[in-house]
């Protein structure tokens, strides 16, 4: 086992990198060392079946970790909250409605967001992440789509992997 020098470790966000990090923890955990999940909700989406989803391969509940039940497979303290802020000098951070978290190691995975100060995306587009907010947006305009009997015609801003993979999940669904 390896010799650390802390004995708290604190993972902010439920993202990629912390899921698969609990998940080997709960295979090989260190000994002497806590290791606690902090995120302001208990399930979060897997981006890379995000495709599959608005293709229509897959249902919301399967495209979703459940934190809470890896967390306890794993042997991880979670709780559900949202860090207002994060004191670096006295290693602590501020969670809302409850007392103060000490930590001697920090991890942040919070996922990413994009900027929409571009004049005009506010009012023509819809950022893909986060995904919690995107997916309720696209059914809405599914089925305004349907209800008035008229195709969809949507621009994808974006030529990554992802952007592509969107692209034609799209145009399957």
Known sequence: MQNVNFKQLVLVGGGHAHALLIKMWGMNPLSGVQLILVSPSWRTPYS???PGLLAGHYSQTEIHIDLRKLCRWAGVRFIQCRVDSID???KTLSLADRDLLNYDLLS???GSTPDLSVPGVAE???AVKPI???YPRYQMLLKRC????QPLSIAVVGGGAGGVEVV???AER
């Not at 349907?146 to 009997?149: K, L």
């Open 48 to 50: 890379g079946m995000l």
């Open 132 to 134: 919690s907010q995107f």
């Open 124 to 126: 023509f587009a819809q």
């Open 146 to 149: 349907r209800e008035a009997e």
């Open 88 to 90: 670096l000098a006295a």
């Open 108 to 110: 942040l995975d919070i």
């Open 168 to 170: 034609f999940a799209l």
